[in-house]
């Protein structure tokens, strides 16, 4: 187990909880580097625990332990029940430490702990569990009568090698386990790189591989910036590479991995816009686009920021949000009674205030929230805001706030909701709400995103997920799963004839 840095500890650590060891070959091992990242709890603004600022050097022990498992280790031979066993066992030992995870979570980055344990705890668990079971399923071989020869061909899926893993900070672990299951299920490591506000809950993560006894050097974890995460799309150890994040640093990790041909899911969010209809029902559609565009502080990558409102209905629509912000309650992230925690960090916040201020200066009125709530006085608070009549093709109105602000844009025809829709661009995610489902299906038809939502949108473990711009490869599905494996054709003649 972790030396005095367990997952208990830290409900009972008198201080800061801090990690000066990177974990690589199923061990904890002191960084090489003497630069830390500090992470501060966004609803105090107190420093709460560091870890490495990792080296070039911590990179490539993290890489070598992972490369060593995946070309002399047991995992990527082993049978495929046993396989599945051990990430059944890994989802037992998550279980286990549910509420310490969702809590150390919810102080690392704000998320309502109610949120956390379902996003932190649950999901983790049910990624693990449903990727286990493809994994009992999964046929490594495929024979095929051959077309160019009079004989056949093995078709074989094999692990694709060394993964590393770049997770975001917004849903932490969820997505995390997003690749890192359907890594383990096909057979391959992993060097986990997690997001320097979220980095100390990956050592959780450690402790739960240990737990249920994995291969030395099957998981691995470094910590540090966006550098440690082009070190590791630059590795020649590394095979592969999935990144969740801003699209700034996933311009860089796709040209990495381009220049050394490594293969890349990549997922940078997007811009989603709501369309409602005039026959919707708005009273269900107010409280479901309420949760879309507030939740989680509206650092989500599919939040409803954009709701188009047809003319008529339009004023209704504008109450319906004002009403959902108003009923949000703001505070300790850590009281169950709490919907809207802070956000992230004071560079956040003051990136949702340049964005509302922009808006307002482009003509949007602002009619709920706006500011920072007069209580709680610390922490990076900022009231879930509602903007209204802002022109659907400024470009503040085409970028991501990645902040709990939603912007109602009223249209006259159905045309030109569509039109506005995908003014943005192709995207990550879409809704339209309407009491006719089956004319909601003909709009998901025309907007040009990755996932679309009839109303609702809810990702589906067992569905592709993924964005069309700023996306490469799928989460979620047997697709995610064919991702971290390769073929290889075995060609095979007829035997000769005696």
Avoid at 1 to 15: C, D, E, F, K, Q
Avoid at 39 to 66: H, L, Y
């Amino acid at each position: 187990m972790l030396i005095g840095r367990t997952s208990s500890a830290w409900r009972r650590w008198p201080g800061l909880l801090e990690y000066r060891d990177i974990y690589a070959g199923g061990r904890l091992l002191l960084s090489a580097s003497p630069d830390a990242i500090t992470v501060a709890n966004p609803a105090t603004e107190e420093i709460m625990g560091a870890a490495p600022a990792a080296s070039g050097k911590d990179v490539d022990i993290t890489v070598r332990a992972a490369r060593q498992a995946f070309d002399s280790g047991p995992w990527p031979r082993t049978d495929r029940a046993e396989r599945a066993a051990a990430m059944d066992r890994l989802a037992a030992a998550l279980e286990n430490r549910a509420q310490d995870t969702a809590s150390l979570v919810t102080a690392e980055m704000g998320m309502p702990i109610s949120a956390s344990r379902l996003h932190n705890a649950e999901a983790p668990v049910a990624i693990l569990r449903y990727y286990a079971a493809l994994a009992r399923a999964l046929q490594p071989e495929e024979i095929r009568a051959a077309v160019n020869f009079r004989g056949h061909t093995i078709v074989r899926r094999e692990p694709v090698g060394v993964s590393a893993v770049i997770a975001p900070w917004n849903y932490p672990l969820a997505l995390t386990f997003a690749q890192l299951a359907p890594a383990l299920a096909a057979g391959c490591t992993v060097v986990l790189k997690p997001a320097a506000q979220t980095c100390l809950s990956a050592y959780i993560l450690a402790e739960a591989f240990e737990a249920a006894d994995f291969p030395p050097g099957v998981f691995n974890l470094v910590t540090g910036a966006h550098d440690v995460a082009e070190l590791l799309a630059r590795h020649p150890g590394v095979d592969k590479v999935s990144f969740a994040g801003p699209v700034s640093v996933g311009r860089r990790i796709a040209v990495a991995c381009g220049e050394t041909f490594k293969s890349l899911n990549l997922e940078m969010g997007g811009k989603s816009a709501a369309i409602v209809l005039e026959d919707a029902d708005l009273v269900a559609t107010s409280a479901a686009l309420g949760r879309l565009a507030f939740a989680n502080t509206g650092q989500t990558c599919f939040a409803a920021s954009r709701v188009l409102a047809p003319q008529c209905r339009y004023e209704e629509t504008v109450t319906g949000l004002r009403e959902q912000a108003a009923a949000m309650v703001i505070g300790d992230p850590m009281s169950p009674e709490t919907s809207m925690g802070p956000l992230v960090s004071p560079r956040r916040r003051a990136g949702v205030e340049a964005y509302v201020t922009a808006r307002t200066g482009e003509g949007a009125r602002v009619v709920a929230g706006g500011r920072r709530p007069a209580a709680p006085v610390r922490g990076y608070y900022y009231e879930p805001t509602v903007l209204a009549r802002g022109p659907a093709g400024a470009e503040s109105a085409l970028g991501e706030v990645f902040g709990p602000v939603v912007t109602v844009i009223p249209y006259a025809r159905e045309a030109e909701a569509v039109a506005i829709a995908n003014a943005a661009g192709p995207g990550l995610a879409g809704t339209v709400w309407t009491s006719d489902p089956d004319h909601g299906v003909d709009i998901a038809r025309r907007i040009h995103v990755g996932t679309f939502g009839v109303n609702l949108y809810v990702p589906d473990l067992g569905s592709p997920w993924g964005g069309r711009a700023g996306g490469q490869g799928s989460t979620y599905g047997p697709e995610c799963l064919g991702a971290y494996l390769r073929p290889k054709s075995v060609f095979l003649p007829e035997p000769a004839q005696a």
